[in-house]
Structures are given as C-alpha cells and as structure tokens.
C-alpha cells in the first residue's frame, strides 16, 4: 500500500525559507505522475489548501494566503513534489501534509505532516 512521506519542516525565523518534499513510499511509486495537494492545519484552525499541481506538473492552485511567496513544483529525477516556501510568517507556522490521488478531486493517499514553525 503506497503511502506518502513529508520532509523539510523545521523551525525558522520570519523571513525565511523552507522547502517541503514529498514522496510515495514504497519508491517504486511515482507521487509525480499523481495529482498532489499541500495542505496545513494550525492549531484550532480548520485544514487549508496551499497549493496542487497536478501530474503534468503545473501548478493549479495556491491559497491566497500564500501566492507569490510558496512555489509547488514536481522533481522528476528524484520522483517527489515540493514545496518552497518564501518569506515565511507566524501565520505559516501548522503541520503540513502532503495528498495524492489519481485526480484533483480525489485526493486518496496522505502522509503524516512535518511541523512548520515561523517565529517573530
């Protein structure tokens, strides 16, 4: 059963950067031929959609909150999707989680979040 894995969270001051990636595990799947969403949850907050891109590789969406400043791109040689996240915010800080599926609508498969922590 295939199963998706995050990487790249950590703490960081306001302003910076972070980039998230995202990985089908077993690695014989291929999370770039599926439709992936990012997602966040911060503490009592509902869960929120980032940004998707989609198996061509184009990104189709980004929650206002974050556009011009995430980037969603896939990685084909290395087979994961990421996320590159620039001038970060406390507003950024959440658990972040990755999702796949064969279509944007469905997204099936997710992983179990890396923490992303902003501080003033």
């Known amino acids: 059963q295939v199963q998706l894995v995050e990487s790249g969270g950590g703490s960081v001051q306001a302003g910076g950067s972070l980039r998230l990636s995202c990985a089908a595990s077993?690695?014989?799947?291929?999370?770039?031929?599926?439709?992936v969403g990012w997602f966040r949850q911060a503490p009592k907050k509902e869960r929120e959609r980032v940004a998707q891109?989609?198996?061509?590789?184009?990104?189709?969406y980004y929650a206002p909150s974050v556009k011009g400043r995430f980037t969603a791109s896939a990685d084909n040689a290395n087979d994961t999707v990421a996320l590159q996240m620039n001038s970060l915010t406390p507003e950024d800080t959440a658990m972040y989680y990755c999702?796949?599926?064969?279509?944007?609508?469905?997204?099936?498969?997710w992983g179990q979040g890396t923490q992303v922590t902003v501080s003033s």
């Open positions: 999702a796949a599926g064969v279509n944007c609508e469905r997204l099936t498969v």
């Open positions: 077993p690695s014989i799947y291929s999370v770039t031929r599926l439709c």
């Open positions: 891109i989609t198996p061509s590789g184009i990104a189709t």
